[in-house]
C-alpha cells in the first residue's frame, strides 16, 4: 500500500460513512481528482474540524493529482481543530509568493521558490520549485520540490518533480 493510499484512507475517515464511501469509490475507479474535491467539500459541508498537519496533507494529495490550485482555497476554508500545529499550510500571496534562489545552491540555480508547508517546530519549509515561463509567469506544475532552512537562505534537500509526497515526509521526518 502506497503513502498516498494510506494518507487518503486516513482522511476519508473524517467524513460520515457513506461519504467516506464515495469518496473511496472514487478511487477504487481512478478518479482521484473527484474524490478529492469530495473529500473537501464534504469537510466543509460538515464543518469538520481538522488540524493543520491535515490541512497540508490535504493539500500534498491535491499537488500529487494535480488540484492544489484549485482546491487550496477551500482547504484554507476547513474549520480548524484546537490543536499545536506541527505543520502549516502557508497561504499563496500573489504579490510577493516567489523567492530566487541564490547562485550558492547549484542543484536549485534557476529555480523560483514559492514557500508552501512550514514546519512550526524546527521552522524548515517545504518549497515548490518552479521555473519562468517565455511569458513571465511560473510553470503551473512544481518542476522540484526542496526544504530550506529557517530562514530560506539555504536548500537542505532538493527532490525530483512528482515527489510531493515524499518532500513532505522527509519534512514531517525532520522533526520526528
Request: hydrophobic share 45%.
Amino acid at each position: 500500500m502506497t503513502d498516498d493510499v494510506v494518507m487518503w484512507e486516513r482522511l476519508t475517515a473524517l467524513l460520515p460513512e457513506a461519504e467516506a464511501q464515495e469518496v473511496k469509490d472514487c478511487w477504487d475507479i481512478g478518479e482521484q481528482e473527484a474524490g478529492l474535491g469530495l473529500l473537501v467539500s464534504g469537510l466543509l459541508a460538515h464543518e469538520t474540524p481538522i488540524s493543520e498537519t491535515i490541512r497540508a496533507q490535504l493539500s500534498v494529495l491535491a499537488e500529487a493529482w494535480g488540484e492544489r490550485e484549485r482546491l487550496t482555497p477551500e482547504i484554507l476554508q476547513c474549520r480548524g481543530a484546537d490543536q499545536t500545529a506541527g505543520l502549516k499550510l502557508i497561504e499563496p500571496d500573489a504579490g510577493s509568493a516567489e523567492e530566487v534562489l541564490g547562485e550558492a545552491d547549484h542543484d536549485a540555480a534557476d529555480f523560483f521558490l514559492v514557500p508552501w508547508i512550514a514546519c512550526a517546530r524546527c521552522g524548515q519549509v517545504l518549497m515548490r520549485a518552479h521555473t519562468r515561463e517565455p511569458w513571465g509567469g511560473l510553470t503551473y506544475l512544481a518542476q522540484h520540490y526542496a526544504i530550506t532552512s529557517p530562514d530560506r537562505a539555504t536548500v537542505l534537500r532538493m527532490f525530483p518533480p512528482c515527489s510531493a509526497t515524499t518532500a513532505f515526509a522527509a519534512l514531517q521526518g525532520n522533526c520526528s
